[in-house]
């Protein structure tokens, strides 16, 4: 029996297959590419070449940004926040971590695990300057691949100084050192240390490191960039641990909780099997419900004709898939209350 997490990022879309033993038997890292749902069909597709053909999936749960539209579409039987799933995982992989670093291509979190229990958490959404989506940038701008951006980080001897509390502002420092003759090597490790330093402040609000306790785990995509590594290490003079599976951490976690769920009683799964997912039509769209003042907006998918899932409502009135949106007198049509305004 198998069991499947799947991790829907802004950026990329992460799958992780388990067995029993919740170890990883198989692992996809896709881009999202701005369509999360031709994604997620992707990584699907992508298990079935593997296998080749189709596999007895027990169980399966999503986490990160999409996950209730990879719940909708796959039938999910466990929906969980990203900061749940990487948790579970981090104790999964090292029973004793203590911090996880966890930065992705357009958030970075800080995760403090107790005897294997999430304690606190800190997210940053808010500036690039603290996510992999600016060293892409930068790397793009310097003309370096940035999956050789790392090594070439690690040739520096002389990083250069770039602010990097603003992403626009990391930027402009970034040309002036160009203009007074920085080599790339010192360019690369500055945006690097800069990096490190913007989510020290304002992700860890840790800059001397005294919050972020022994063992330290580094996961997330960036974590490929031997550089960061490097950096954060710097700052804060101790080790970092890289886990084998960094780049799907957020699924493996998702599919041991899927595995957990599958345990309870009179479990049955919802999961729609690899061949209702492959040769589909998937679309997306979004209705504004104009049933009271909230004025929710109720973003659904279809698989074909059929709407299979929806969420952005406050109260439980979309529940009903065989509802349509906002046909005439929907405030009376359905006899549910909102339960936020009670009308």
């Known amino acids: 029996m198998y069991y499947l997490g799947l991790d829907i990022?802004?950026?990329?879309?992460?799958?992780?297959?388990?067995?029993?033993?919740?170890?990883?038997?198989?692992?996809?890292?896709?881009?999202?590419?701005?369509?999360?749902?031709?994604?997620?069909?992707?990584?699907?597709?992508?298990?079935d070449n593997y296998f080749e053909g189709d596999i007895p999936i027990t169980a399966v749960g999503t986490t990160g940004s999409g996950r209730h539209l990879a719940a909708a579409?796959?039938?999910?039987?466990?929906?969980?926040?990203?900061?749940?799933?990487?948790?579970?995982?981090?104790?999964?992989?090292?029973?004793?971590?203590?911090?996880v670093i966890d930065i992705g291509g357009q958030?970075?979190?800080?995760?403090y695990i107790k005897n294997?229990?999430?304690?606190?958490?800190?997210?940053?959404?808010?500036?690039?300057?603290?996510?992999?989506?600016?060293l892409d940038h930068q790397a793009e701008r310097l003309k370096v691949p940035v999956e050789e951006f790392g090594s070439l980080a690690m040739q520096s001897n002389n990083p250069a100084h770039i602010a990097g509390r603003c992403g626009v502002f990391a930027e402009s420092d970034l040309i002036h050192k160009q203009q007074m003759g920085a080599s790339l090597p010192d360019l690369a490790a500055g945006l690097c240390l800069s990096l490190a330093r913007n989510y020290l402040q304002n992700v860890a609000h840790d800059i001397n490191g005294k919050k972020l306790r022994d063992v330290i785990l580094f996961q997330g995509g960036v974590a490929a960039n031997i550089g960061m590594k490097s950096a954060f290490e710097k700052l804060l003079k101790r080790d970092l641990v890289i886990p084998e599976h960094f780049k799907v951490m957020g699924a493996w976690g998702v599919a041991i909780l899927a595995h957990?769920?599958?345990?309870s009683a009179n479990f049955k799964t919802n999961f729609r099997g690899l061949a209702n997912l492959i040769d589909v039509n998937v679309s997306q769209s979004s209705f504004l419900c104009k049933s009271c003042a909230n004025q929710c907006e109720i973003n659904q998918?279809?698989?074909?004709?059929?709407?299979?899932?929806?969420?952005?409502?406050?109260?439980?009135?979309?529940?009903?898939?065989?509802?349509?949106?906002?046909?005439?007198?929907?405030?009376q049509r359905s006899g549910v209350e909102c339960g936020r305004c009670q009308r």
Request: hydrophobic letters at 35%.
């Open 260 to 263: 957990r769920k599958s345990k």
């Open 116 to 134: 294997g229990v999430t304690v606190g958490f800190n997210m940053n959404t808010v500036c690039a300057a603290g996510t992999g989506s600016f």
């Open 301 to 331: 998918i279809s698989i074909g004709n059929d709407v299979v899932g929806r969420w952005g409502n406050r109260c439980p009135r979309w529940d009903d898939l065989t509802l349509q949106a906002n046909e005439p007198d929907d405030a």
């Open 9 to 47: 990022g802004s950026v990329t879309t992460k799958m992780a297959v388990i067995d029993e033993n919740l170890s990883p038997v198989y692992t996809s890292y896709l881009r999202t590419n701005g369509r999360p749902a031709d994604a997620v069909r992707q990584a699907f597709v992508q298990l």
């Open 107 to 111: 958030d970075s979190k800080v995760i």
């Open 73 to 99: 579409m796959s039938g999910a039987d466990e929906i969980r926040t990203e900061i749940t799933a990487h948790a579970v995982a981090a104790a999964k992989y090292c029973p004793q971590v203590s911090t």
